[in-house]
């Protein structure tokens, strides 16, 4: 993902923003997810005729930024989720009840279903 982001970003004379551009950016995107779930689970409901938002899209957008922002300083995100799941695997291990059988290849909420 960061090499097509890169590729991307490549054809554009500016380049990338600088980082605490890329962080205001950051920001907002975050404020758009937070928007679209305080409607779809909170208590604040969309004005009538206002089309529903994309929640896999809003978080799409945070992840573009994220990946701008591991390319501007030079970060490896695919080594860095690896350690950041070892961690996960080690330190968190027995922190919560299992299920029995895994659900593997589905996101989390998937399983079971009607």
């Not at 380049?15 to 779930?37: K, N």
């Not at 969309?46 to 390319?71: R, S, T």
Request: aromatic letters at 8%; charged letters at 30%.
């Amino acid at each position: 993902m960061q090499a097509e982001v890169d590729e991307w970003i490549g054809q554009f004379a500016a380049g990338y923003w600088p980082p605490l551009v890329l962080l205001a950016r950051l920001t907002e995107e975050v404020g758009e997810l937070a928007r679209e779930v305080n409607h779809r689970f909170g208590a604040k409901p969309k004005k009538e005729g206002e089309a529903p938002g994309d929640l896999a899209l809003e978080i799409a957008d945070i992840l573009f930024i994220l990946l701008c922002y591991a390319n501007v300083l030079h970060l490896d995100l695919d080594t860095a989720f690896r350690q950041v799941m070892r961690k996960y695997r080690t330190r968190d291990r027995d922190r919560w009840t299992r299920i029995d059988a895994p659900v593997s290849g589905k996101p989390p909420g998937s399983a079971g279903g009607g």
